[in-house]
């Protein structure tokens, strides 16, 4: 069974740094690009960026670029979405998704990570 | 950047009555469009991927059809658990680049 399992919801404040992670199981890893979707509190979705993580090509949505890092750690299945200063904007819901089989939809979701950013 | 603009934003109908939900792109994404479906809570699911594939396990009442900048997601007859919000997603295979439109809410009306 294919899963991606999140890291759990975090509070922390501005300034801070975080990563959060997604673990994927059940399907061979390096074979599927993983992507990272923003959604603000009752926002619609937002794609910031995609990982291969069989050679980490990585790629962003201009809105995010520079903003956030994505990674991947091959040996533990695991990705990344990481920010080095956090802001009260950054405060969302952030899905990991799995780039499907057949096509580039994401077939696979994350149950999410909830980033509260607050002084 | 491709845009993607959905219509309407809310949509209210009756169980058992279809639903006809649009979406259009700021310029040709061929026939690599996606819908989802979210419910309050939860994560978003695929619908409908290619424009008019199913997903493994989605019912036959949800159909998708469009290509070039024009898309539509039907659902035929409508069920108590289709009431939540639908995006669409274009996706572009290489290099690998996602928009959603906007969203849907479908209501009970």
């Known amino acids: 069974e294919v899963q991606l399992v999140q890291s759990g919801a975090e509070v922390k404040k501005p300034g801070e740094s975080l990563k959060i992670s997604c673990k994927g199981s059940?399907?061979?890893?390096?074979?599927?690009?993983i992507g990272w979707v923003r959604q603000m509190p009752g926002k619609g979705l937002e794609w910031m960026g995609i990982?291969?993580?069989?050679?980490?090509?990585?790629r962003y949505s201009p809105s995010f670029q520079g903003q956030v890092t994505i990674s991947a750690d091959r040996s533990t299945t695991t990705a990344y979405l990481q920010w080095s200063s956090l802001k009260a904007s950054d405060t969302a819901m952030y899905y990991c998704?799995?780039?499907?089989?057949?096509?580039?939809?994401?077939?696979?979701w994350g149950q999410g990570s909830l980033v509260t950013v607050s002084s | 950047e491709i845009v993607m603009t959905q219509s309407p934003a809310t949509l209210s109908v009756s169980p058992g009555e279809r639903a006809t939900l649009s979406c259009r792109a700021s310029?040709?994404?061929?026939?690599?469009l996606a819908w989802y479906q979210q419910k309050p809570g939860q994560a978003p699911r695929l619908l409908i991927y290619?424009?008019?594939t199913r997903a493994t396990g989605i019912p036959a009442r949800f159909s998708g059809s469009g290509s070039g900048t024009e898309f539509t997601l039907t659902i035929s007859s409508l069920q108590s658990e289709d009431f939540a919000v639908y995006y669409c997603?274009?996706?572009?295979?290489?290099?690998?680049?996602?928009?959603f439109g906007q969203g849907t809410k479908l209501e009970i009306k």
């Open positions: 998704a799995r780039s499907g089989d057949s096509s580039g939809a994401f077939d696979y």
């Open positions: 310029q040709s994404v061929s026939t690599n």
């Open positions: 290619g424009a008019s």
């Open positions: 059940g399907y061979s890893f390096t074979s599927y690009w």
């Open positions: 997603q274009q996706y572009n295979n290489w290099p690998p680049m996602y928009t």
């Open positions: 990982i291969n993580p069989g050679d980490s090509d990585t």
